[in-house]
């Protein structure tokens, strides 16, 4: 069973305006990550962010986690065309698997 | 993909017929995983390996074996294809336990006629 869901789904905006998607999970975590992958390929790792860390920033990238509501966002800001892919959250219990969610398709229109 | 391999990349086979994907990495990772990508289910692991010869099942390994001889090298085997196990195969692998994040591969497509 899946261990994160993404919301929204899907999400249209245009250059310059920022994304923001978020993942709920169900159990203890060590850590929460996000993959993007792009149409056609393999996932690519974004970002991770420990369970005792609250906001990370990467870039145009900046997560949050919430673990007593387990949650977590991430906002890709100043949004470009070739931010379009679908993005991931994968729950991390310290042993030896992740566990993905649904995904997020994002659409950036120039 | 740093460094990780998949083959073939493409496959149509017939129901019934025995079926073994390659993934083949060149970073000396420790853990190797198989998943399956399929519209509106993500990621789901199928199985994954913790070292030469150590394997252990996922979520959905049903219908699918694994074997792991050489650090490099981690096969998923379908054993009697079906029209279900038609999906995306992902090979990935990591570094240590946490928290290190995951290397994909580009993927196989396998379709089951």
């Known amino acids: 069973s899946q261990q994160g869901e993404e919301d929204p789904q899907a999400l249209s905006i245009q250059e310059g305006e920022n994304a923001t998607m978020n993942c709920s999970y169900k159990t203890s975590i060590n850590n929460l990550q996000w993959y993007r992958q792009n149409s056609g390929r393999g996932l690519v790792h974004l970002i991770l962010?420990?369970?005792?860390?609250r906001e990370k920033h990467s870039g145009r990238l900046r997560v949050t986690l919430d673990t007593s509501k387990k949650s977590s966002s991430l906002l890709i800001t100043a949004s470009r065309a070739a931010d379009t892919a679908s993005y991931f959250c994968a729950t991390d219990d310290g042993f030896q698997k992740l566990v993905f969610g649904t995904g997020t398709r994002l659409l950036v229109s120039p | 993909d740093a460094g990780i391999t998949q083959s073939p990349r493409h496959k149509v086979t017939e129901t019934g017929t025995p079926v073994t994907l390659r993934c083949h990495q060149t970073?000396?990772?420790?853990?190797m995983y198989w998943y399956r990508q399929d519209p509106g289910h993500g990621l789901r692991l199928i199985h994954y390996?913790?070292?030469?010869?150590?394997?252990d099942k996922g979520e959905v390994s049903d219908g699918y074996s694994v074997s792991r001889s050489k650090t490099e090298d981690f096969l998923l085997t379908l054993e009697s294809a079906t029209s279900s196990q038609t999906s995306v195969y992902f090979c990935?692998?990591?570094?240590?336990?946490?928290?290190?994040?995951?290397?994909f591969g580009p993927g196989t497509r396998l379709t089951v006629t």
């Open positions: 970073e000396n990772h420790r853990y």
């Open positions: 990935a692998t990591r570094l240590g336990q946490i928290p290190y994040e995951q290397y």
């Open positions: 962010i420990r369970s005792n860390e």
């Open positions: 390996s913790y070292g030469v010869k150590d394997t």
